[in-house]
């Protein structure tokens, strides 16, 4: 798939120059131009390089206007304003400009005519850094999804354009004979596109269906970990540092597409499977969360979820708030999540850290980088998975077979020894399973 920007370092010229444009409230709940760093870095994140910022400020946010209320329907920002952005392109040779907002189809062929140069919104931007990162089959599939739903309305966006061009005649628009080719192309465009969708649906199921089942019958286990949080909150430096895997990191947004779950020894003999996956961004398309869920539905699974925080970030509450809305959206249970503030270690503000603890109903403060805080965040995992499960002496007879390794496939075994009578163990198990060990256990519980 081709990106936004030129990969080809030879031919790096202007088409990786980026101006960046925002229109916002004057009451807007997020400061423009921590707005726009985020913006900046996903352009950095596409391998773009951001030339110039554009502002533009218009009255409070109304009930009615809502927060994508445009200045012009035309032009979204302006004429006097897009002509301004046009003299910037030219100025610093730009080849591409950005908008923090989201705009339709007919706004940017408008504002690409008055620049002069390619113009694309937020989300076609993180689709075309998931399109850049996608890797294995379900993250292409995924992107590949979301890139259709993304362009079907767009079809349909120019198709009610050369209707109203074919429809011009009053009286006779729509009748026969007044479909032109164009139209009709789309027509086809469109169904081609749509059955392209239901496809990619369906293999997509199959895939996910399949490696949920890999999961399954690798790990065997009833109780997960998994790890959500905004993208570059530090996911997978925790997933490595826990778990002594090799994940990718990256200071980029959006390092990580897919799950990937490790076994995590929380304490000598127990180790509990632990999944990193893709991170949550504000106003992720929801295109993008549709196809994703899948994906994320994998971490989601899990019967506790480490809600990994960057700490140190400037917006961190506004990243904290918008990852708790994704996980909302999704039906999931506060009570099963803990908050782990990360990058502690660059923590400048102490009094940071005590509000975000007032966020979580249970949180632990860490740094995947050095360390600090792990042990509780283990302590802290044991103790919610010994609500869950418990610990016994068991003496199984060597005749049992059925019985350990029944051990062996759901719980942990903490010590052992092997004597005349059997298998000396003291085991971890999920309590669903306690009934059948029960007839073995020893001594006091
Ligand atoms: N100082 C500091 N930096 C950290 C810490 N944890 C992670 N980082 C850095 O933060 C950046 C992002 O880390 P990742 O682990 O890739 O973050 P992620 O949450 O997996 O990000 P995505 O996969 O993009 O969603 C990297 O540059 C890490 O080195 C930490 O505890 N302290
Ligand atoms: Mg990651």
Redo the contacts with the bound molecule.
Sequence with gaps: MTGTFDTDTQTRSHSDRAILVGLYPVNASISPELSLNELDSLVTAARGTVVARVIQRRGRESAEGGANRPVDPATYIGRGKAEEVGDLVRQHDAGLVVFDNELSPAQIRELERRVGCRVIDRSELILDIFASRAHSRAAMLQVELAMLEYTAPRLRGMWSHLERQAGGGGAASGGIGTRGPGEQQIEIDRRIVQRRISRLKLELERVVNRRERQVQARTGRVWTVG?V????????????TLTGAD???????????DTVSRRWAVRPGVDIPLS?T???VRDLPHHLVASFRSTLAEALHAELLLH?V?A?HLDVAGQVAAVRAVLDDLGVDHDRVIGVL?????VADPTVLVELRTAFAQSVT?????G?GLDDLAKLVIARRSQDWTELDVVIPHDAARVASLVHQHGDVISQAWEDDGWHARISIPRAVLWQVEGYRVGTA
């Design positions: 790890l949080g905004y993208t570059n909150a530090g996911k997978s430096t925790l997933l490595n994940a990718y990191v990256a200071d980029q947004l959006f390092a990580t597409l990193d893709v991170g949550f990994v960057d140190s990360n990058k502690a270690d660059v860490v740094s995947a980088r050095t600090q």
